[in-house]
C-alpha cells in the first residue's frame, strides 16, 4: 500500500468495508428488502396483477374458503369475504395504501423532522432553544387524540391519515438528528473544515449532513413500519380511507366480525400487515447495526 | 520581535457563556517564522485550549492573537478567511479529523480548490500526488477512506492536509500520542523535515516532554491556565527554573535503570499534586 | 533457586477471526516470588493477550493452541470456571489499564471496593469497610472517608487508580497483573503511582506481571523484562542487561526509537526497512519450524 516498504513494525490497513456489502451478507436482510421490492412491485402492478376487480361483490360467493380447503373455488386464491370480494385482490390492492402511505407519511415526517433536527444541532443557542422547546411541547400532546382531531378537521381520506403521522411523528425525526448533528459538530473534521476556511454551511452539508444519513434511513425504514400500522389502526376505526378502498385495516375490521365463520378474511390482511412491518423493521435493524461500526470504527 | 509571526498576549479564555470557570489565565505566547516551539503541560494545564485559541477557533474572553500583523481575534469568519490559508492544523486523532464519508482525495483536494491554489480537479489532483509523495503514502491512497489506512498513514494524511496549502505557521496537538513509538518516531522525523523545508513556524503540543525535546527549539511549560516557564529547550532541560518544571522532568521515566528514581521528589509532589 | 510464582511455558494462541494467525507464538517466561516482570511490547505485539490468558477472559476469537501457565503448582489453562474463579481475586488480580472504564460509575467507591473482600473473604458489610478504608491509607489518600463514599466521577484519574490499585492488593494476591495501569495518567501522577506498586509490592512481597509498551517505565520499576514482538519472546532478563546491552535487533531498534529529553537526537529513528524484513524473516523460519505459522487452505 506505501511506496516504501512498510517502515513501521506494526502498521497494517485494514480491509474494505462497505455498508451495502455487509447489508448484503445478512440473510434477514435481504430476504426482507426482496419482500419489500416484491410489495413495491405488487402495488404499482396491482390492476395487472389481481386476479379480480377488489370491488367487485359477488353475493353468491360470500364467504369461499381459500383454495386448499373444502367448498373453495379455483379464481379465489384467499377465498372471498362477506360481500364476495376476492380477498387476495383486495389484499394486492391494499398494498397500495399501505404503502403510500409508508412512504409519503415517512418521507415527510423524515424531511421536515430533519431539516429542523439540522438547524437545532448545528445553529445551537436561539435556534436550538427554540426547536427543543416546540418538539417538547408538542410531544406532550396525546398522539391518538391529535390524530382524531386531525382526521375530524380534515375529513376522513389518505391525506388526513398522511399528515396525521407527518403531524405526530415528525419529532422523532427532529430529535434523533439534532442528537447526531450535535455530535458529529465535535468531531475534529468539522474543525478541520473551519480551519481550512470553509463556510458554515458548506461544513453543514459537507461534513456534518453525510454523516447523519445513515442514521436517519435507518429511522425512516422503522418509520415506515410505524407507518403502516398507523395507517391500519386508522382504518381499522373507519378514520382512513373511504370504505371503498381496499385498506389492511379496512379488511382486518370486517374480518373481524365474522371470524368465526371466514377466519381468512381476517388472517389474510393481518399476515400481510405483519410481514411488512418486520420486513421494515428487519432492514431498519440491519441498517443501524451495520452502520455503528463504521462510524465508530 | 521582527522575526515573530504569531503572538498572542493575555490570552483568557473560558468556557461558558459568562463567567465560567477560566481555563486560560492571561497567557502570553510567540512563535517566530519558522520555529518550532513546543507546548507542555498535563491534563488542565490548558495548553489544547491556547492552541485552539492561536487558530481562532475559540475566542478569548481579552487578549490579543497577532498573525503577521493582524489581530485575529478582532476579524470576524470571512476576514479570517484568507488568514485560514496561512495557519493550519494537524490533530491528535486522525480517525475523529478525517471525514470517514470522503476519500482521501477529497479530503485533500478540497481545501486547494477551495483558497484557488488550483483552479480545477486536474492540478489539484496533480498537487495533491506531490504532496502524498512527500509524506510517503502511495498515490492509490486517494481513493481510499480513512478506515481503510493504519494509524500511521492516517496521521500521514493529516499531516498532508495541513501542509498542501503551502502555509506559515501549523499546530499540531498532541499528534503522537497513541501512536507505537516507531510510528511516532517516523512522523516525528517527517514533521522536522517539512518544517525546515517550508519554513514552517510549528507550535507543537504536547504532553510528553521528551517528544518536544527531539524537535522544538523553544518551549513553553504550562500549568493550569498558566505559562509557568519559557525558553530554548536546551537551557529549560539542563537547568529549569520553575520548580514545576523540575518535578515534570524529574517524573519521565528514561529507560535506564535508576533504582533512586522512585522515591526521589516524593515530599515535592505530595504539596503539589492531588 | 525458589521455584517461580508464575511460570509461562510455551504459550501459543491464533486468532480465529484472521485465518489462524498466529497471535503468540511459544511464549515463555518466570515471575518469582516478589518479582515485577515487565512484559514489553508494541500494540498488536500479544502482551494483553498473554495477561487475558492468565485471567482467563481471553475473546472468543482467540484461541490457545499450546502451552501452560503454571501457578501455584497448577495449570490455569487445564481449570474449570469455577476454579479458576476461586484463584481470580484471591491469589491473582488485575490492576487495569483505564482507571475511569474500570469503575462502575452509578456505584459507590465503598460498594465497588467491598465487593472483592466480601466475596472473597467472606467480610461483614462493616468489616469489609473498615479494611477498604484501611487499604485507601496504604495506597496513601489522604482522605479516605470522603473517598469511600464517593462516586467515580468525582475522583480525578490518580486517585482512581490508587483505588483499583488498593482493590488489587488489597485481598493481598500472590500475583497482580498490571495491564499498563499508568497509561492513562499524567507523567507526575505516573510516578506516584509507580512509587505506589512498587512500595505495595514489597511489602506485601506481591509478585507483579507489568505489561507496558513504555521502555521508560519498566526500567523504573521492573527488576526483568521480557520483549515481546509479534508474539514472540525476543528478549528476555535482568531490565538491566537488556536496557544496557540489547541483544535482539529488535530491541536495540526500539531503544533507539524512543525519544530522550537528556539526548536531544533521539527519538527520530524509525526502524530501516531491512530490519523488519529481517524480523518479518525470523518470524516466518520460526513459524516454519515450530507449526505455528497460519494453516493453508
Partial sequence: MEHWSPTSITDTGTQPHSVAARLARDPKVVCAGGFILFLILLAIGAPLIAPKDPLAQNLLMTTVPPVGFADAEPGFLLGTDGLGRDVLSRVIFGSRVSLTVAFVAAGLACLIGSLLGLMAGFLGNVVDALISRLVDVWMAFPPVLLSILLVALLGTGLHSVIAAIVVIDWTRFCRVVRTETMGQAQMDYVVAARTIGFSRPSILFREIFPNVVPVLIALLTLEMGIAVVVEAILSFVGLSVSSDTPTWGGMIAEGRQIVHEAWWVLAAPLAALFATVVAFNQIGDGLARSLDPVLRR | MADDLLVARGLVVSYGRHAGPAVLHGVDIHVGKGETVGIVGESGSGKTTLGRALLGLVKPATGSVVFDGNDITTLDERARRPLRRRMQMIFQDPMSSLNPRHTIGRILTEPVLLHGVARDRQTALALVYGVLDRVGLSRETVDRYSYELSGGQRQRVGIARAVVLRPDFVLADEIVSGLDVSTQAQVLRLLKELTGEMHLALAFISHDLSVVRSICQRVVVMREGRVVEEGPCERVFAAPQAAYTRMLIDAIPLPTVDPGWLTRGASVEATTTA | ?297
Avoid: W
Avoid at chain 3, 494462541?13 to 515463555?28: C, E, F, N, W, Y
Avoid at chain 3, 476469537?61 to 476454579?83: C, M, N, P
Avoid at chain 3, 467480610?123 to 487499604?135: G, Q, T
Avoid at chain 3, 528478549?235 to 536496557?243: K, S
Fill in chain 3, 1 to 297: 533457586m525458589t521455584a517461580p510464582r508464575l511460570s509461562i511455558e510455551e504459550l501459543s494462541a491464533i486468532s480465529l477471526r484472521d485465518g489462524d494467525r498466529p497471535i503468540l507464538r511459544r511464549v515463555a517466561l518466570s515471575v518469582g516470588t516478589g518479582e515485577v516482570h515487565g512484559l514489553v511490547g508494541e500494540s498488536g505485539a500479544g502482551k494483553s493477550t498473554i495477561a487475558k490468558a492468565i485471567l482467563g477472559i481471553i475473546p472468543s476469537q482467540v484461541k490457545v493452541t499450546g502451552g501452560r501457565i503454571g501457578f501455584e503448582g497448577r495449570d490455569l489453562l487445564s481449570l474449570s470456571a469455577a476454579e479458576l474463579r476461586a484463584v481470580l481475586g484471591r491469589d491473582i488480580a488485575l490492576v487495569p489499564q483505564d482507571p475511569s472504564t474500570a469503575l462502575n460509575p452509578s456505584r459507590r467507591i465503598d460498594a465497588q471496593m467491598t465487593d472483592g473482600l466480601r466475596l472473597k473473604r467472606g467480610l461483614a458489610m462493616k468489616e469489609a469497610r473498615l479494611r477498604a478504608r484501611a487499604l485507601l491509607e496504604e495506597v496513601q489518600i489522604r482522605d479516605p472517608d470522603r473517598v469511600l463514599v464517593s462516586y467515580p466521577h468525582q475522583l480525578s484519574g490518580g486517585m482512581r487508580q490508587r483505588v483499583l490499585i488498593a482493590a488489587a492488593f488489597g485481598l493481598e494476591p500472590k500475583l497482580v497483573i498490571a495491564d499498563e495501569p499508568t497509561t492513562a495518567l499524567d507523567v507526575t501522577v505516573q510516578k506516584q503511582i509507580l512509587r505506589l506498586i512498587r512500595s505495595l509490592q514489597e511489602r506485601h512481597g506481591t509478585s507483579v506481571l507489568f505489561v507496558s509498551h513504555d521502555l521508560g517505565v519498566v526500567a523504573k520499576i521492573c527488576d526483568r523484562v521480557t520483549v515481546l514482538y509479534m508474539g514472540k519472546v525476543v528478549e528476555q532478563g535482568a531490565t538491566v542487561e537488556v536496557l544496557a546491552a540489547p541483544r535482539h535487533a529488535y530491541t536495540k531498534a526500539l531503544l533507539a526509537a524512543n525519544p530522550r529529553y537528556d539526548r536531544p537526537d533521539t527519538g527520530l529513528e524509525p526502524t530501516p526497512p531491512e530490519l523488519i524484513a529481517a524480523l518479518r524473516a525470523e518470524i516466518a523460519a520460526f513459524d516454519a519450524n515450530a507449526g505455528t505459522g497460519p494453516r493453508d487452505g
